[in-house]
């Protein structure tokens, strides 16, 4: 069993940034790639980025290109998530996901991924 928990939301103001983290742990924690989703209300769940977590593989969602940076601390089990030059429109619950499964290039699919975190929410105010 995969653990995953994340951490750092909050209310900001358009322009600013935000670093969210997702701890993994479990009693073997193997994952192949781990992925950020979101999800705002009334709207299905977003593919944002996600990482291949031994190569560092990555691929990023259009909309967020250029303002989003995922990274890892393999040592931690840590995934990040570096937001700069937030909008309003990035408000919503932000997810991060495991996916166990082998494959060459991060998924971006949500029923790729077999374990979730709890979620935390992003507020962009303008």
């Known amino acids: 069993q995969v653990q995953l928990v994340e951490s750092g939301g909050g209310l900001v103001q358009a322009g600013d940034s935000l670093r969210l983290s997702c701890a993994a742990s479990?009693?073997?924690?193997?994952?192949?790639?781990m992925g950020w989703f979101r999800q705002a209300p009334g709207k299905e769940r977003e593919f944002i980025v996600a990482?291949?977590?031994?190569?560092?593989?990555?691929r990023y969602a259009d909309s967020v290109k250029g303002r989003f940076t995922i990274s890892r601390d393999k040592a931690k089990n840590t995934l990040y998530l570096q937001m700069n030059s937030l909008k309003p429109e990035d408000t919503a619950v932000y997810y991060c996901?495991?996916?166990?499964?082998?494959?060459?290039?991060?998924?971006?699919?949500?029923?790729?991924?077999?374990?979730w975190g709890q979620g935390t929410q992003v507020t962009v105010s303008s």
């Open positions: 996901a495991a996916d166990t499964d082998y494959s060459d290039y991060p998924p971006s699919i949500a029923s790729a991924y077999d374990h």
């Open positions: 479990g009693r073997t924690f193997s994952s192949n790639a």
């Open positions: 990482i291949l977590w031994n190569t560092g593989t990555t």
